[in-house]
C-alpha cells in the first residue's frame, strides 16, 4: 500500500484524540497523493480538512498545524526549546563533495521510498548523525534535506534544553519528541553533544547520565520514519550507544581544492570579477572552512557596492582572504601596520606598493618605510615609487 506511513499516522492521531496530528499527516498525504498525479483523492482530502473546525483549517498543507503559540518551553527559563523554519530550495548553495552528496541522496530516497522499503523488509530508521569541523555545513545541508522534502525544520536547540532543575532536562526532551511526533517535519538536534556526552566521566553526575538515558529512550520512541537529523562539533565526545540510533552517519569534511573553487564561484555569483583566478584563490585558502570562504566573499561583494563597482575588486577580496587566515590562524594584527605588513608577506605580487597605498590611502613612501621596519620588506623597482 503506498502511503502507509501517512495512513498510520493519522489513524495515531486520531486514536490518541489529537486531531492537530491527524490533519497535519492529512495534509502531507494529500501533497503525496497529489505529487502522485491522484488530483481527485487528495481534492477529496483537502474538502474534509476545510470542513473540520477552523482551528484544523489551516493543516491542509504539510506542517500546516504548527503553532508558535503551542511551542514546548522550558519552565526555568520560559524559553521554547524548538525553532520551527520552513527552508526551500532556493535558499544559499551548498556545495558538498560527490562522496557525502551521493549519501545524502541515498538518505533522502530512503525516506521517500520507505513504504516500499518497508515492504520489501529493507527499510532503515530515518536517522542522521551529522559530524565535522565548525563551518562545515552541517546546519544548511539540514536545511537543504528540509527543502528537498517540503517539510518543515523543527531545529532542537540542545543548550536550552538543559535546566539546572532536577529532572527537567529530560522532561523538556520528553515534551520535544511529542511534539515533533505531531506533525510532518524533520527533527534537528543542533549541537547534539550537549545532550548526547559519553557517560562514565568522573566529571559526571547522575543526572547528565539520567539525559543521555532519556535521550535514547526518546529516540527509540520514534517511529522508524520519523525524520531525525543530529549534528555535532565534537563527535568524540558523543556516548557509543548514541551512534547505533543512527543509520546514516555523515562526516563533513573541510573543503578540498575543487570544493573551494566551486564554493568561490557560487559565493561571488553575479559580483565575481572576470579577471580572478579561482584556481588560484581555492589554492589559497586551504585553511578555510566553507562558512569562512562565505563570509569572505560576502564581504567584498559589500566593498563592490560600496564602491559603486560591478564587480569584486580583487585587491581587495584577497585582502579579506589574507585577514581571515590570519584569525584563523591565531596571527594577531593589532594595527593597520601590522595588516600591511601580513599582506606584502603573503603576496608580493598583489600587494606592491601602490596597491597598499590604494588600499590603506596612504602614500607609497609611507607604506615603504612601514615594510622598511619589518623583516620582510624587499625592494620594489623604482617604477612603484
Known amino acids: 500500500m503506498d502511503f502507509l506511513s501517512e495512513v498510520l499516522k493519522i489513524i495515531e492521531g486520531a486514536t490518541k484524540a489529537n486531531a492537530s ?78 562522496a557525502v552528496e551521493a549519501r545524502v541522496n541515498e538518505f533522502v530516497v530512503n525516506i521517500e521510498r520507505f513504504d516500499e522499503f518497508l515492504r520489501a523488509d529493507s527499510a532503515l530508521p530515518n536517522r542522521m548523525l551529522i559530524y565535522g569541523n565548525p563551518g562545515t555545513g552541517k546546519t544548511m545541508l539540514a536545511r537543504k534535506i528540509a527543502g528537498r522534502l517540503g517539510i518543515p525544520l523543527l531545529t532542537v536547540r540542545c543548550d536550552t534544553l538543559m535546566s539546572s532543575m532536577l529532572g527537567q532536562t529530560s522532561k523538556n526532551l520528553r515534551q520535544v519528541f511529542e511534539y515533533a511526533t505531531q506533525l510532518p517535519c524533520v527533527i534537528f538536534l543542533d549541537e547534539f553533544d550537549a545532550l ?71 559565493k561571488l555569483h553575479s559580483m565575481l570579477n572576470p579577471a580572478i583566478n579561482l584556481h588560484d584563490l581555492a589554492k589559497k585558502s586551504d585553511l578555510l572552512s566553507g562558512s569562512v570562504i562565505e563570509q569572505v566573499c560576502l564581504d567584498s561583494r559589500r566593498d563592490a557596492v560600496i564602491d559603486g563597482e560591478k564587480y569584486v575588486n580583487i585587491a581587495k577580496l584577497y585582502r579579506r582572504l589574507y585577514v581571515a587566515i590570519a584569525l584563523q590562524t591565531g596571527k594577531k594584527l593589532n594595527s593597520i601596520e601590522d595588516e600591511i605588513i601580513w599582506l606584502r608577506a603573503q603576496d608580493t605580487k598583489i600587494f606592491s606598493l601602490r596597491t597598499l597605498a590604494t588600499l590603506y590611502k596612504y602614500s607609497t613612501r609611507a607604506i615603504g618605510n612601514i615594510l622598511k621596519e619589518s623583516e620582510t620588506y624587499e625592494p620594489q623597482r623604482s617604477t612603484e615609487h
Open 196 to 266: 548526547a556526552s559519553a557517560r562514565g566521566n568522573e566529571r559526571d553526575i547522575g543526572e547528565l547520565q539520567r539525559v543521555v538515558i532519556s535521550l535514547l529512550q526518546n529516540i527509540d520512541s520514534l517511529s522508524a520514519e520519523q525524520i531525525v537529523i543530529a549534528s555535532t562539533n565534537h563527535e568524540q565526545l558523543l556516548d557509543p550507544a548514541i551512534w547505533r540510533r543512527f543509520s546514516f552517519c555523515i562526516s563533513m569534511p573541510m573543503p578540498g581544492l575543487a570544493q573551494r573553487e566551486q564554493i568561490w564561484k557560487v
Open 21 to 98: 496530528m491527524a490533519s497535519s499527516y492529512a495534509g502531507l498525504l494529500a501533497d503525496k497523493l497529489e505529487k502522485a498525479g491522484e488530483f481527485k483523492q487528495a481534492r477529496m482530502i483537502r474538502e474534509r480538512l476545510q470542513r473540520a473546525p477552523q482551528a484544523l483549517a489551516g493543516a491542509q498543507r504539510a506542517g500546516g498545524g504548527i503553532s508558535p503559540n503551542s511551542l514546548p518551553v522550558d519552565s526555568e527559563s520560559r524559553l521554547s526549546t524548538v525553532d520551527v523554519s520552513y527552508p526551500d530550495l532556493s535558499e544559499k548553495q551548498l556545495v558538498l563533495p560527490s
